[in-house]
């Protein structure tokens, strides 16, 4: 009795395999459900430290559960919450990426529950006895880091209400940056990427147009209806890349969290472009710093395949051979290449 209280989340699109799993365990625990990888997100915001485990579906609409998976890793807590990834989907390629994340376990469909629960109820039992051993050593963050962060989400609100970023968008810009970059820290060290830094970098991409809200509104409106700028507006429309810098030193004590730098670098660059013809400083190949030049790619695929105003969505392909091809601009030769090589996880999200 003593996990009577302990909760259980399941994100999982299909209401029969939610059913399953909810009759298998809800005599154990209070079963919390999601539809999606937003609202599966949502759930672990508000009950986070209750949740004894998660299980978490790959292929869904909105946010898939690599996405789920992005964000609990950015903010630390798949040390702290098992994660159960349940699919059908059994290649090395997607199971070998869920491992990288730090799941603990893959259940695949259809459900065995008798095998399922042994094995789920074990880790679970590994993960609150190491849980007890070191009450307070996983607080690790402050109450100023804290408030950084309630200010910035604060930040990126007034943009969704400003309509100039949806959250479906930063999500996927968040994802996007992160998987191009792990693929980039595989095939090419020599950029010199940490395990931590693609998660770090993902994080602060979330910020790359936070300097938005300083640009007046029927600008913001023309440029996203893609009519032309005065030069005036022009430059209005492209100080945004300083202001967010400007928003950034703001935020207390923000340029001492690692966070800093790469928001900073994201903000500034991201569009500058590998042919030197972007702005604000016209910065040419990898004088761009990399967390920009993958933010910009992972904002630039999503425009494509989102739907934004009249404009038709493309697939991931085409919008893959566009960006390849040059017709969207001039990116790094080898970050196209990893973009190439994510196209299996990239396909597995609803960017609709």
């Excluded at 013809?277 to 910065?283: A, C, M, V």
Aim: net charge negative.
């Amino acid at each position: 009795m003593a996990n009577a209280k302990k909760k259980i989340l399941i994100v999982e699109d299909v209401e029969m395999n939610r059913a399953i799993l909810r009759e298998a365990f809800q005599s154990e625990f209070d079963v919390l459900e999601a539809e999606d990888g937003f609202r599966g997100l949502e759930i672990i915001a508000s009950h986070g430290k209750q949740l004894a485990a998660i299980f978490l579906d790959i292929i869904m609409p909105e946010l898939d559960g690599f996405g789920v998976l992005q964000e609990m890793e950015s903010k630390g807590l798949l040390s702290t919450i098992p994660v159960f990834l349940i699919t059908t989907e059994t290649s090395d390629y997607v199971v070998g990426h869920a491992y990288d994340y730090g799941i603990v376990d893959v259940i695949q469909k259809p459900f065995n529950i008798q095998i399922i629960k042994r094995r789920v109820m074990n880790i679970i039992e590994l993960f609150s006895s190491r849980s007890a051993g070191t009450a307070h050593s996983g607080e690790k963050e402050t109450r100023q880091q804290k408030l950084q962060w309630s200010i910035i989400e604060a930040l990126c609100a007034a943009l969704e209400f400003r309509n100039t970023e949806s959250r479906k968008h930063i999500q996927h810009i968040k994802y996007l940056t992160y998987i191009l970059l792990k693929q980039l820290a595989a095939d090419y060290p020599s950029y010199g990427l940490t395990e931590q830094m693609p998660g770090l970098i993902a994080q602060a991409a979330a910020f790359h147009d936070i300097g938005k809200v300083s640009v007046p509104e029927q600008v913001l409106a023309k440029a996203d209806a893609g009519q032309p700028l005065t030069q005036e507006e022009t430059a209005q429309f492209q100080n945004h890349t300083a202001a967010g810098c400007a928003i950034l030193d703001t935020i207390p004590d923000l340029n001492h969290s690692h966070l800093y730098k790469y928001c900073q670098e994201i903000c500034r660059s991201h569009h500058e472009t590998w042919d030197g013809t972007g702005y604000p400083q016209g910065l040419q190949g990898n004088d761009i710093p990399v967390s920009a030049q993958a933010a910009a790619l992972a904002n630039a695929f999503d425009n494509l395949v989102s739907a934004h105003g009249t404009q038709q969505p493309c697939t991931g392909a085409q919008a893959i051979q566009m960006l390849c091809s040059g017709e969207r601009g001039v990116f790094n030769p080898e970050l196209l290449d990893c973009l190439k090589k994510c196209e299996p996880l990239i396909a597995k999200v609803s960017f609709s």
